[in-house]
C-alpha cells in the first residue's frame, strides 16, 4: 500500500479540493481549478492565508471547486477585484486568487479590471477566457473575435478587446496568457504568477464545450491545425529575491483537444524579452492581426511599488491591530477640537 | 430718501430706541469663485465669538467660477438656528443678480454695493436703474480702497482680496468686532502674519474709511452676548466632524469618489488620519483609497469589512444609486460597512449643491429584494461626530451595512454645535471567532456555520479570512445559502434563512438611538422630524405656542423605527411629520410599519433645495390645523 503523498505542511493533495464541480463536462475552467490544486498543493501553500475571489458567471463559481479551507468571496458582475482591493488592504497577509471571465473583466468589470491593474494590488488575477457568456447561454463577450459565429448569438461584428493589451495598457506588472488545456504551461504560470509582488494577470483561454465551439473561433477547440506555433517550456525557479523565468526558443506545437479539435498557441520564445514593454505590445499585437494566441509571459516588472507600499501599510495588517492604536487617545481628541473654531 | 416700515422687519423681539439688535440676517450676494467664503466665514466666526446665535447658509451652484452663490447669516439673540429664506442686510456683490437681490430686500432693509469712485452713486457696473426709496444704501469705493494698498496685490488675489472690504465696512456699520474679525482671520489662514495682515489691512482701511464717510442711518446692530453657549461650544460643519468621528471609531478602511456635497467628508477623514494616526516609522494604521467610482468604492470598502477592518465610504445620491446592488450582498451576506450619504437633491443630477432629505426611503431598503438597513440621522455636526465612531459598532454588531444620512445643510455650512464627546464606551467588534473561540465553540456546538444562530438573537458567528484553523473558511455569496454557506436554491432553506435575518432586526431595533422627546405643557398636537429640521422644528414649535397651538415633537434618530415612535404617535389624533422631500418618505415609512397609525400622520414636506425654514412650516400645520 504506498503512502499518499504529502506536502510541507503535511497535507495530502485531496486537502486543497473541494466541491465538485458543476460547470459543463469537459469546460476548460475545470483543467484551470485542477492546475490550482495542484500548484497550491505542490507549492506547500497555507490555504487559510488564502482568499478565492470571483465576480459572477461560469468562471466564478469555479472558486467552489478548488481550496476547501480557504475564505471565498463570490461578489458581483465585473466587481471581484474592489473586493478584492479592501480585503488585501484590510489584511495584506491575504494572498488572493481571483478568477474571472471575459465578460466579467472585459465587459462589467473593464473599468475595475484596468483601474486594479494601475494600483497594482497584489493578487493573482485569473482570467477564465472563451469569449461568450454560458450562464445566460452563448451571447458574445468582448474577448469575442470579429467575425466570429456562434449557433446562439449568431456573428459577432465588433473588434475582440485582448485583456492582455488592456492590462498593458494600464501598466500591469505581471501579464501571461495560457491555454487551458497546456496544464503544465499554466501551472508554471501560475507559480510565477503567485511569486509575483503586483498584480499578476493570467489570460487563460479557456475554451466553452456548449456555446463556443465553432472553427471561427479562435478561442474555440477547432481553430488551429493551420495557425499552430510551438510553445516553449517555462521553468519556473523561486529565489528569495526574483521571480527568474526561463525561456527556451519557441517552436510550434499543435495542441489536439479531447475532441480532437486543435488550437494555435503560439509560445514566446528566447527573442522575447519580458521586461520590455514596447515588444509586450508588439507581440500582442502581431499575434492579434494572425489572429493567434500568443502563449507565456508576455511582461513582467517586479519594481513597480505595489497598492501596500503605495497606502503605506504596516507590517502588521490592519485587522491585527489593536483598539489602541486604531482609536486615539481623549488627549487626541482634545487636541483636534482645539484646531476648531471653538467658544 | 428711505422710508422705514419698523413694524415690516420682520422681528418678533420687541425693540429699544429703534434699534434691531442681533435679530436680523445678512445675505452677501457674490459670484462663486471669487473667493468670498474667506471673507463670509470671518464674519460668521467673528459673530460667534461675540456670543451671537449665528447661521451660515451658503447657497452655492454647481460651478466652479462665474455662477451666482448666496451666503445667508441669520442673527438671533432668541438661539434661533433654523434657515430664514429673508434677508433684512443685502452686500450686492455680483452684478448679474444685482436687480432681483434688491427687488427681494424688505421694506427697511439696508443695501450695500460697490461704486467705481468716492463721488459715484452707480454702482460699479452698468446695470439697469433700480428704484427703491424704502431701503437703506450704503456704497463702498472698492477699487479706489484696494488702490490705497501699501503694497499693491499680486492680480491673481486682487478679486478675492476686495471681498475684505465688504467686511470692514459691515463692521462699521453694524458694530462686529475688530478684534474678533483679527481673530478669525488668524484663524483661517492658520496664524501666517503676512496673510492675515494684508487680509486685516484692508479690513482696518475699509472701516476707517466707512467710519469717516459713512452716516450709519439703519437700526440693525450687532453686540456681543453674555452666556449664550457654553465655553468649547464648537462652530463646524459635519462633513469635518463626521471624518473626525470615524478616526475615533478606528476606521481603517475608507475608499471613495468625490461627489458634492460629501466630499469633504472622506477628505477630512484622511487629513485627521494622516494627523493622528500614522505610526512612527512613518506606517498608517488606515489605508484611503479614491475610488475609480462609487461601484468600486462600496465594494472596496465591503472587501476591507469582510476581511474584519472597519471600513467606510461617503457618497451622495447618484452614488448611492450606483451602490444599490453591492449593498444589497452586503446585507445578504452580512457584511458590516458603513455608508454615508450625504444628500443633496434629487431625482437624477438634481440640484447637487443644494440640500435635501430624499434619500430616506431609497437608502432604507436600497437593494432588490426584500431588503432594509439601519439608518442613523444625525441633527448637527455633533451628532455627525458621534455617529461617525458609533456606526461601526452598529455595523459590525449587527454584521450588516449602516447608513448615516447627513445632508449637504448640516455637511458643508458651519454650525454652532455642542463640543464633541470622547467615545463612553469600547469598540464593540461584535461576534467574531479567531482560532481559538472557533476551537470552543465547534467543541461547545459540534460544529459551526457562518449563518448559524445559536444565541436566538438573528445574529450569527464569523470568521475573518486569514484565521489559522482548518474549520474557519466558509464562502460568502449572494446567492441561496444555507446556514454553513453552503450554495442552496432549496426553499425551505432560503425563506429560514431570511426569517432568521428579520429575526436579526428585531433585535436591532431595540439596540439604535431612541429618539428624543421635546414636551410642552398641554401638548395638542405630534410632531415628528428628523436630521438637519431640528432648529426649525423648534423655532416652529414657539411660534405654534404663540397661536396657542400646544406640541410635543419627537425627533427620530435611527431607522428602523423604535418602539417609542409608535407610543409617542398614539398620544395624538394628529402628529405632523415635518421633512425636507417632496414626498413624505418618513412618513410613508411610519405609515408602512404602523399602518394602524397611518390616519394619524399628516405629512408637512416640501423639497426646494433650501433648508425648512419655521414661518413655512408654522404656516403649513396653522392652516391644517384651523381645516382638522
Same mark, same amino acid.
Given at each position: 500500500?504506498?503512502?499518499?503523498?504529502?506536502?510541507?505542511?503535511?497535507?495530502?493533495?485531496?486537502?486543497?479540493?473541494?466541491?465538485?464541480?458543476?460547470?459543463?463536462?469537459?469546460?476548460?475552467?475545470?483543467?484551470?481549478?485542477?492546475?490550482?490544486?495542484?500548484?497550491?498543493?505542490?507549492?506547500?501553500?497555507?490555504?487559510?492565508?488564502? %482568499?478565492?475571489?470571483?465576480?459572477?458567471?461560469?468562471?466564478?463559481?469555479?472558486?467552489?471547486?478548488?481550496?476547501?479551507?480557504?475564505?471565498?468571496?463570490?461578489?458581483?458582475?465585473?466587481?471581484?477585484?474592489?473586493?478584492?482591493?479592501?480585503?488585501?488592504?484590510?489584511?495584506?497577509?491575504?494572498?488572493?486568487?481571483?478568477?474571472?471571465?471575459?465578460?466579467?473583466?472585459?465587459?462589467?468589470?473593464?473599468?475595475?479590471?484596468?483601474?486594479?491593474?494601475?494600483?497594482?494590488?497584489?493578487?493573482?488575477?485569473?482570467?477564465?477566457?472563451?469569449?461568450?457568456?454560458?450562464?445566460?447561454?452563448?451571447?458574445?463577450?468582448?474577448?469575442?473575435?470579429?467575425?466570429?459565429?456562434?449557433?446562439?448569438?449568431?456573428?459577432?461584428?465588433?473588434?475582440?478587446?485582448?485583456?492582455?493589451?488592456?492590462? =498593458?495598457?494600464?501598466?500591469?506588472?505581471?501579464?501571461?496568457?495560457?491555454?487551458?488545456?497546456?496544464?503544465?504551461?499554466?501551472?508554471?504560470?501560475?507559480?510565477?504568477?503567485?511569486?509575483?509582488?503586483?498584480?499578476?494577470?493570467?489570460?487563460?483561454?479557456?475554451?466553452?464545450?456548449?456555446?463556443?465551439?465553432?472553427?471561427?473561433?479562435?478561442?474555440?477547440?477547432?481553430?488551429?491545425?493551420?495557425?499552430?506555433?510551438?510553445?516553449?517550456? %517555462?521553468?519556473?525557479?523561486?529565489?528569495?529575491?526574483?521571480?527568474?523565468?526561463?525561456?527556451?526558443?519557441?517552436?510550434?506545437?499543435?495542441?489536439?483537444?479531447?475532441?480532437?479539435?486543435?488550437?494555435?498557441?503560439?509560445?514566446?520564445?528566447?527573442?522575447?524579452?519580458?521586461?520590455?514593454?514596447?515588444?509586450?505590445?508588439?507581440?500582442?499585437?502581431?499575434?492579434?492581426?494572425?489572429?493567434?494566441?500568443?502563449?507565456?509571459?508576455?511582461?513582467?516588472?517586479?519594481?513597480?511599488?505595489?497598492?501596500?507600499?503605495?497606502?503605506?501599510?504596516?507590517?502588521?495588517?490592519?485587522?491585527?491591530?489593536?483598539?489602541?492604536?486604531?482609536? #486615539?487617545?481623549?488627549?487626541?481628541?482634545?487636541?483636534?477640537?482645539?484646531?476648531?473654531?471653538?467658544? | 430718501?428711505?422710508?422705514?416700515?419698523?413694524?415690516?422687519?420682520?422681528?418678533?423681539?420687541?425693540?429699544?430706541?429703534?434699534?434691531?439688535?442681533?435679530?436680523?440676517?445678512?445675505?452677501?450676494?457674490?459670484?462663486?469663485?471669487?473667493?468670498?467664503?474667506?471673507?463670509?466665514?470671518?464674519?460668521?466666526?467673528?459673530?460667534?465669538?461675540?456670543?451671537?446665535?449665528?447661521?451660515?447658509?451658503?447657497?452655492? #451652484?454647481?460651478?466652479?467660477?462665474?455662477?451666482?452663490?448666496?451666503?445667508?447669516?441669520?442673527?438671533?439673540?432668541?438661539?434661533?438656528?433654523?434657515?430664514?429664506?429673508?434677508?433684512?442686510?443685502?452686500?450686492?456683490?455680483?452684478?448679474?443678480?444685482?436687480?432681483?437681490?434688491?427687488?427681494?430686500?424688505?421694506?427697511?432693509?439696508?443695501?450695500?454695493?460697490?461704486?467705481?469712485?468716492?463721488?459715484?452713486?452707480?454702482?460699479?457696473?452698468?446695470?439697469?436703474?433700480?428704484?427703491?426709496?424704502?431701503?437703506?444704501?450704503?456704497?463702498?469705493?472698492?477699487?479706489?480702497?484696494?488702490?490705497?494698498?501699501?503694497?499693491?496685490?499680486?492680480?491673481? %488675489?486682487?478679486?478675492?482680496?476686495?471681498?475684505?472690504?465688504?467686511?470692514?465696512?459691515?463692521?462699521?456699520?453694524?458694530?462686529?468686532?475688530?478684534?474678533?474679525?483679527?481673530?478669525?482671520?488668524?484663524?483661517?489662514?492658520?496664524?501666517?502674519?503676512?496673510?492675515?495682515?494684508?487680509?486685516?489691512?484692508?479690513?482696518?482701511?475699509?472701516?476707517?474709511?466707512?467710519?469717516?464717510?459713512?452716516?450709519?442711518?439703519?437700526?440693525?446692530?450687532?453686540?456681543?452676548?453674555?452666556?449664550?453657549?457654553?465655553?468649547?461650544?464648537?462652530?463646524?460643519?459635519?462633513?469635518?466632524?463626521?471624518?473626525?468621528?470615524?478616526?475615533?471609531?478606528?476606521?481603517?478602511?475608507?475608499?471613495?469618489?468625490?461627489?458634492?456635497?460629501?466630499?469633504?467628508?472622506?477628505?477630512?477623514?484622511?487629513?485627521?488620519?494622516?494627523?493622528?494616526?500614522?505610526?512612527?516609522?512613518?506606517?498608517?494604521?488606515?489605508?484611503?483609497?479614491?475610488?475609480?467610482?462609487?461601484?468600486?468604492?462600496?465594494?472596496?470598502?465591503?472587501?476591507?469589512?469582510?476581511?474584519?477592518?472597519?471600513?467606510?465610504?461617503?457618497?451622495?445620491?447618484?452614488?448611492?444609486?450606483?451602490?444599490?446592488?453591492?449593498?444589497?450582498?452586503?446585507?445578504?451576506?452580512?457584511? #458590516?460597512?458603513?455608508?454615508?450619504?450625504?444628500?443633496?437633491?434629487?431625482?437624477?443630477?438634481?440640484?447637487?449643491?443644494?440640500?435635501?432629505?430624499?434619500?430616506?426611503?431609497?437608502?432604507?431598503?436600497?437593494?432588490?429584494?426584500?431588503?432594509?438597513?439601519?439608518? =442613523?440621522?444625525?441633527?448637527?455636526?455633533?451628532?455627525?461626530?458621534?455617529?461617525?465612531?458609533?456606526?461601526?459598532?452598529?455595523?459590525?454588531?449587527?454584521?450588516?451595512?449602516?447608513?448615516?444620512?447627513?445632508?449637504?445643510?448640516?455637511?458643508?455650512?458651519?454650525?454652532?454645535?455642542?463640543?464633541?464627546?470622547?467615545?463612553?464606551?469600547?469598540?464593540?467588534?461584535?461576534?467574531?471567532?479567531?482560532?481559538?473561540?472557533?476551537?470552543?465553540?465547534?467543541?461547545?456546538?459540534?460544529?459551526?456555520?457562518?449563518?448559524?444562530?445559536?444565541?436566538?438573537?438573528?445574529?450569527?458567528?464569523?470568521?475573518?479570512?486569514?484565521?489559522?484553523?482548518?474549520?474557519?473558511?466558509?464562502?460568502?455569496?449572494?446567492?441561496?445559502?444555507?446556514?454553513?454557506?453552503?450554495?442552496?436554491?432549496?426553499?425551505?432553506?432560503?425563506?429560514?434563512?431570511?426569517?432568521?435575518?428579520?429575526?436579526?432586526?428585531?433585535?436591532?431595533?431595540?439596540?439604535?438611538?431612541?429618539?428624543?422627546?421635546?414636551?410642552?405643557?398641554?401638548?395638542?398636537?405630534?410632531?415628528?422630524?428628523?436630521?438637519?429640521?431640528?432648529?426649525?422644528?423648534?423655532?416652529?414649535?414657539?411660534?405654534?405656542?404663540?397661536?396657542?397651538?400646544?406640541?410635543?415633537?419627537?425627533?427620530?434618530?435611527?431607522?428602523?423605527?423604535?418602539?417609542?415612535?409608535?407610543?409617542?404617535?398614539?398620544?395624538?389624533?394628529?402628529?405632523?411629520?415635518?421633512?425636507?422631500?417632496?414626498?413624505?418618505?418618513?412618513?410613508?415609512?411610519?405609515?408602512?410599519?404602523?399602518?394602524?397609525?397611518?390616519?394619524?400622520?399628516?405629512?408637512?414636506?416640501?423639497?426646494?433645495?433650501?433648508?425648512?425654514?419655521?414661518?413655512?412650516?408654522?404656516?403649513?400645520?396653522?392652516?391644517?390645523?384651523?381645516?382638522?
Amino acid at each position: 500500500m504506498g503512502r499518499t503523498k504529502t506536502n510541507a505542511l503535511g497535507l495530502t493533495k485531496e486537502d486543497y479540493k473541494f466541491r465538485p464541480s458543476t460547470l459543463c463536462p469537459g469546460c476548460g475552467h475545470n483543467s484551470i481549478s485542477n492546475q490550482i490544486i495542484s500548484v497550491t498543493f505542490e507549492e506547500s501553500l497555507d490555504q487559510t492565508h488564502i %482568499i478565492k475571489m470571483s465576480g459572477i458567471g461560469c468562471s466564478s463559481k469555479s472558486p467552489a471547486y478548488f481550496l476547501g479551507r480557504s475564505h471565498a468571496f463570490n461578489a458581483v458582475h465585473g466587481r471581484m477585484p474592489s473586493v478584492t482591493t479592501g480585503a488585501v488592504m484590510a489584511n495584506r497577509t491575504l494572498r488572493a486568487i481571483s478568477v474571472s471571465g471575459d465578460g466579467d473583466s472585459g465587459n462589467i468589470g473593464l473599468g475595475q479590471f484596468k483601474h486594479v491593474i494601475r494600483r497594482n494590488l497584489p493578487m493573482v488575477y485569473i482570467i477564465e477566457n472563451n469569449g461568450v457568456y454560458g450562464l445566460t447561454k452563448g451571447q458574445f463577450s468582448a474577448t469575442a473575435d470579429r467575425g466570429q459565429k456562434t449557433k446562439y448569438a449568431g456573428y459577432n461584428e465588433l473588434p475582440a478587446v485582448d485583456l492582455c493589451i488592456e492590462a =498593458l495598457a494600464a501598466n500591469a506588472t505581471f501579464v501571461a496568457r495560457s491555454f487551458s488545456g497546456d496544464a503544465k504551461q499554466v501551472q508554471a504560470i501560475l507559480k510565477a504568477a503567485l511569486a509575483h509582488n503586483g498584480t499578476a494577470v493570467v489570460d487563460i483561454i479557456s475554451p466553452c464545450v456548449t456555446f463556443n465551439d465553432l472553427d471561427t473561433s479562435t478561442k474555440s477547440y477547432h481553430w488551429g491545425k493551420n495557425h499552430r506555433e510551438i510553445l516553449n517550456e %517555462i521553468g519556473f525557479i523561486q529565489s528569495q529575491e526574483e521571480i527568474a523565468v526561463e525561456y527556451e526558443p519557441g517552436t510550434a506545437q499543435p495542441v489536439q483537444m479531447h475532441d480532437g479539435s486543435w488550437i494555435v498557441l503560439k509560445k514566446l520564445g528566447a527573442d522575447h524579452d519580458p521586461t520590455d514593454r514596447v515588444s509586450a505590445f508588439r507581440v500582442l499585437h502581431e499575434a492579434q492581426e494572425r489572429q493567434e494566441i500568443v502563449t507565456g509571459i508576455i511582461y513582467i516588472d517586479p519594481s513597480r511599488p505595489t497598492l501596500v507600499e503605495t497606502e503605506h501599510l504596516p507590517e502588521t495588517p490592519l485587522v491585527h491591530l489593536p483598539e489602541t492604536q486604531i482609536r #486615539p487617545a481623549p488627549s487626541v481628541l482634545e487636541q483636534a477640537l482645539q484646531g476648531m473654531f471653538a467658544f | 430718501m428711505t422710508v422705514v416700515d419698523l413694524q415690516r422687519v420682520p422681528s418678533s423681539a420687541p425693540q429699544t430706541n429703534g434699534k434691531v439688535v442681533n435679530n436680523f440676517s445678512f445675505v452677501v450676494a457674490t459670484a462663486n469663485g471669487t473667493g468670498s467664503q474667506t471673507s463670509n466665514n470671518t464674519l460668521i466666526r467673528t459673530l460667534f465669538k461675540m456670543g451671537i446665535p449665528v447661521n451660515g447658509k451658503n447657497l452655492f #451652484p454647481s460651478n466652479i467660477k462665474g455662477e451666482p452663490t448666496w451666503y445667508y447669516m441669520r442673527l438671533s439673540k432668541d438661539g434661533y438656528l433654523a434657515h430664514r429664506p429673508v434677508a433684512e442686510v443685502l452686500v450686492a456683490f455680483n452684478e448679474r443678480t444685482f436687480a432681483q437681490d434688491v427687488a427681494k430686500l424688505p421694506p427697511g432693509g439696508v443695501l450695500i454695493y460697490p461704486i467705481d469712485d468716492t463721488d459715484a452713486r452707480a454702482p460699479k457696473w452698468n446695470v439697469q436703474t433700480i428704484k427703491r426709496d424704502d431701503i437703506y444704501i450704503y456704497r463702498m469705493p472698492v477699487d479706489t480702497l484696494m488702490n490705497q494698498l501699501p503694497e499693491k496685490p499680486n492680480p491673481s %488675489i486682487r478679486e478675492y482680496l476686495a471681498n475684505m472690504v465688504y467686511v470692514g465696512v459691515m463692521a462699521y456699520l453694524f458694530n462686529i468686532d475688530m478684534d474678533g474679525i483679527r481673530d478669525a482671520l488668524s484663524y483661517h489662514f492658520g496664524g501666517k502674519e503676512k496673510l492675515i495682515n494684508l487680509n486685516f489691512g484692508l479690513v482696518q482701511m475699509s472701516y476707517d474709511w466707512a467710519a469717516e464717510n459713512l452716516k450709519k442711518e439703519d437700526p440693525y446692530v450687532c453686540e456681543p452676548m453674555e452666556g449664550t453657549f457654553p465655553e468649547g461650544t464648537l462652530l463646524t460643519d459635519g462633513n469635518s466632524a463626521g471624518g473626525l468621528g470615524a478616526v475615533f471609531g478606528g476606521v481603517q478602511f475608507v475608499s471613495w469618489y468625490p461627489i458634492t456635497p460629501s466630499s469633504s467628508l472622506a477628505e477630512s477623514a484622511q487629513e485627521y488620519l494622516g494627523k493622528y494616526r500614522v505610526n512612527e516609522d512613518g506606517s498608517h494604521t488606515y489605508s484611503v483609497i479614491q475610488a475609480e467610482d462609487e461601484l468600486a468604492a462600496i465594494g472596496m470598502a465591503i472587501g476591507a469589512g469582510w476581511a474584519g477592518a472597519r471600513a467606510m465610504t461617503g457618497t451622495s445620491g447618484p452614488g448611492i444609486s450606483l451602490m444599490a446592488e453591492f449593498v444589497g450582498l452586503a446585507y445578504y451576506a452580512e457584511i #458590516p460597512v458603513v455608508i454615508w450619504d450625504v444628500q443633496r437633491v434629487g431625482p437624477s443630477t438634481g440640484l447637487p449643491t443644494r440640500t435635501s432629505q430624499g434619500d430616506l426611503l431609497f437608502a432604507y431598503t436600497l437593494g432588490h429584494g426584500d431588503t432594509h438597513h439601519i439608518v =442613523l440621522l444625525p441633527k448637527d455636526p455633533t451628532e455627525c461626530f458621534e455617529f461617525g465612531w458609533r456606526a461601526f459598532d452598529y455595523a459590525e454588531q449587527f454584521q450588516t451595512p449602516v447608513f448615516v444620512l447627513s445632508d449637504l445643510d448640516i455637511g458643508m455650512n458651519m454650525h454652532i454645535t455642542e463640543r464633541f464627546q470622547y467615545p463612553d464606551q469600547p469598540m464593540n467588534r461584535g461576534k467574531v471567532l479567531d482560532a481559538k473561540a472557533l476551537s470552543e465553540f465547534i467543541e461547545k456546538h459540534g460544529k459551526w456555520g457562518r449563518y448559524w444562530d445559536v444565541d436566538g438573537d438573528g445574529i450569527p458567528y464569523r470568521t475573518l479570512p486569514g484565521t489559522d484553523h482548518p474549520m474557519a473558511a466558509y464562502f460568502t455569496r449572494g446567492t441561496g445559502h444555507d446556514e454553513f454557506a453552503a450554495y442552496s436554491e432549496d426553499a425551505e432553506v432560503f425563506e429560514r434563512n431570511l426569517t432568521r435575518i428579520a429575526r436579526k432586526f428585531q433585535t436591532v431595533r431595540k439596540s439604535l438611538p431612541a429618539p428624543v422627546l421635546h414636551s410642552m405643557d398641554g401638548a395638542s398636537i405630534g410632531i415628528i422630524s428628523y436630521g438637519s429640521n431640528d432648529p426649525a422644528i423648534e423655532e416652529t414649535r414657539d411660534y405654534l405656542a404663540a397661536q396657542d397651538i400646544k406640541s410635543d415633537y419627537l425627533r427620530i434618530k435611527a431607522l428602523p423605527l423604535h418602539a417609542d415612535v409608535e407610543a409617542f404617535i398614539q398620544r395624538f389624533d394628529r402628529v405632523y411629520v415635518v421633512e425636507n422631500n417632496f414626498d413624505g418618505q418618513m412618513t410613508q415609512i411610519i405609515r408602512m410599519e404602523l399602518p394602524h397609525l397611518a390616519a394619524r400622520l399628516k405629512k408637512v414636506c416640501r423639497l426646494n433645495g433650501l433648508p425648512l425654514d419655521a414661518d413655512w412650516i408654522t404656516e403649513q400645520i396653522v392652516k391644517a390645523e384651523k381645516e382638522s
